[in-house]
Structure formats: C-alpha cells, structure tokens
C-alpha cells in the first residue's frame, strides 16, 4: 500500500493590522474620519456610486462597510464614537430624484443636497483615452478646493465649513509632496445655485524634457533602437509633447524638493489634472441643525423661518391640549367622589 505522506503543518501567523492615527503628527489636529452608507433600497447605479464615494474618502473611511436593511441611523452613530466617525454621508432614492446628505456627528448639523446629474468613475474611464489608475493614489487623502462659496450667505458659509473639515487638514510648510496626488474641487454657481463636485489626479511632468526620455527615466526599460542608426536619434527624435501638453506659464510651478526620478527642484514643472471621478452635480436643499433632524436652519424653497414660528405655536397648542386634558380628569375625578358619597 502507498504511504500517505505527513506534511508539516505551517504555524498560524496573525496578521499584523496597522491602527489608522487619530491624531496629525504634524498639526496635532484631530483626523475626520467617514462611514459612507445608504438609507432605503437603492438601484445598482447608486450603489457603484456609493462605492465610488467610499474611494474618493479613502484612507479615512471604511471601504468594506456592511449594512443590512434592519440598522438605523442609531446603529451606524453608537459605532461611530469608538472609531472616531465624525462625518456620515448618506445616500437615498426617492421618486422624483436621489439626494446626498453630509453629517456632522453625533449632533450634527446636517447638510441635503438633491443630485441633479451623477457620472461614475468607470464612466469617465471609458471615455479617456489613456484613464490613469496609480497604484498608491488612495493611499493619502485628497486636497480639497472650493470656488464661488465666498458670497457672505450663512447656508454657504456652513456649507464650506463642512465641506473643509471633512478631510485632514494640511501644513503648507511641512507637507510632503509625493502624498498630494489627488484634488477634489467643489465650485457653485450663484446664477443656477449648483455645485459642480470633480475628482481630479494630480501628475507632475518636467518642462522641456521630450516624451521619450521621460518615458525612458520612468518606466525602467530598455528602449528599441533597432530602427535608429545612432543613439542621438532616440534623443532628437520626436518632439517635446502634443499641443495639448503645450507649456503654460499658469501651469508650471518650481518644487521646493526633488519628487520622483524626472521632476526636479532645479528645473520647472507642469501640473496636469486628469478626471478620474465620480461627477456629481449638487442642489443644496435643507440644513438642519441636528443630526438629521432639529430646526432648519436654511431651506432652499424658503419657510425655514416660518417653521420654528410653526413650531412654537404647535408646542403651545400642545401644551393648551394638556392642560384641557388634566382638567377634565380632575373634573371627572371630583364627579366620582361627589357620587361615591
């Protein structure tokens, strides 16, 4: 009979996981940290759109997030103060459009935005000829530009306040520049009162530094010469870019350091934004002053501030009611006694 052999048994290593800093080293500020779910049954757009949303917030935030129909807002908020959640991003679907909400945990306030027009990231891929994918682009947190918010409205003022605390904050002078690789610009328009949300990558490339040598210094490999009789060839040989790569003096900045093998801090360098998304166009509709719920600070079809009138006048109709209901209790109490003897 053939003997069965023993294979040695490998030693059970547990992984070692890396506990994400609540702190900046550098700033000393608090993190913001994020839990992006949804609110009700969404179609399967929306739900490439969460998970979009998910990336664009990484590393701050919890990419495989699981929820099922029965939590509530309460579970994701009891959960949320041990890990340091400061931020939810809610998505739901009614039936005339879907809507984003931004919190502030654990008392808010609470932004709602109506999403007139989305584009997914594999969306815009499909339609870039050349779509860039880097391997260590979510692996620091996105700058974050706005552009039109400075108008003087309260509602405004919130919504930048929200939207800068949202992401770790940056010290310009000890930043380094290998992390900053992604953008996020955010620009409302004061005649429709839409804000145009983008997702850009950020890509350095020296100036007047032909295409083939930068290739040649990136990519490590070895160029085919075999259809070039001297190696100046490869040099000389096609120009220095498209014209849509043309120089632009706007464009072009000097590094305080050396970032890579190419850009250097002794020559210029030319910033060059490449889309990599989601696309969302946003209507700002209602802010709250709790966590989803409270006193409406700002309503985009107006009576915001007639509601805390209607409020108050609910409450002491309330109240009136009450009062109206402990007499007659103590009416009918005086009854009982009076015929009991």
Not at 40 to 48: D, S
Not at 105 to 131: H, V
Not at 267 to 294: D, H, M, V
Request: charged content about 30%; hydrophobic content about 35%.
């Amino acid at each position: 009979m053939a003997r069965f052999r023993n294979k040695k048994k490998k030693p059970f290593v547990k992984p070692i996981i890396k506990k994400q800093p609540s702190v900046d080293h550098i700033t000393g500020d608090k993190i913001p940290k994020s839990f992006v779910f949804c609110r009700g049954k969404l179609p399967g757009p929306l739900r490439q759109l969460q998970m979009d949303l998910r990336k664009l917030m990484l590393p701050f935030t919890a990419l495989k997030l699981k929820e099922k129909r029965r939590n509530n807002l309460n579970d994701f908020l009891n959960v949320s103060g041990p890990m340091g959640v400061t931020h939810f991003l809610i998505l739901s679907k009614t039936d005339t459009a879907p809507y984003l909400k931004v919190a502030r945990t654990p008392q808010g306030p609470t932004l709602t935005f109506k999403i007139n027009e989305y584009s997914l990231a594999a969306d815009i891929a499909r339609s870039q000829l050349r779509p860039r994918c880097a391997k260590d682009l979510f692996k620091n947190s996105p700058l974050i530009v706005l552009s039109g918010f400075g108008t003087g409205e309260q509602h405004l003022k919130l919504t930048t306040i929200m939207f800068q605390n949202i992401f770790p904050a940056i010290d310009v002078n000890t930043v380094n520049l290998s992390s900053c690789q992604r953008i996020v610009l955010l620009n409302y328009n004061k005649e429709t009162k839409l804000i145009d949300f983008r997702h850009y990558s950020i890509r350095l490339q020296p100036v007047d530094v032909s295409r083939r040598i930068r290739k040649f210094v990136q990519n490590h490999q070895v160029p085919d010469l075999r259809n070039l009789q001297d190696v100046s060839d490869f040099v000389t040989k096609a120009g220095y870019g498209s014209e849509s790569e043309a120089d632009d003096e706007a464009a072009t900045v000097s590094l305080a350091t050396d970032l890579g093998r190419v850009n250097r801090a002794s020559n210029k360098s030319a910033i060059k934004l490449q889309e990599i998304g989601p696309r969302l166009t946003l209507q700002l509709i209602k802010i709250e002053e709790g966590l989803c719920s409270g006193g409406v600070i700002f309503s985009e079809y107006g009576n915001h501030g007639s509601n805390k009138n209607q409020k108050t006048n609910n409450e002491e109709q309330e109240y009136e009611e009450d009062e109206d209901e402990d007499e007659e209790q103590e009416n009918e109490e005086e009854q009982d006694n009076v015929e009991e003897d």
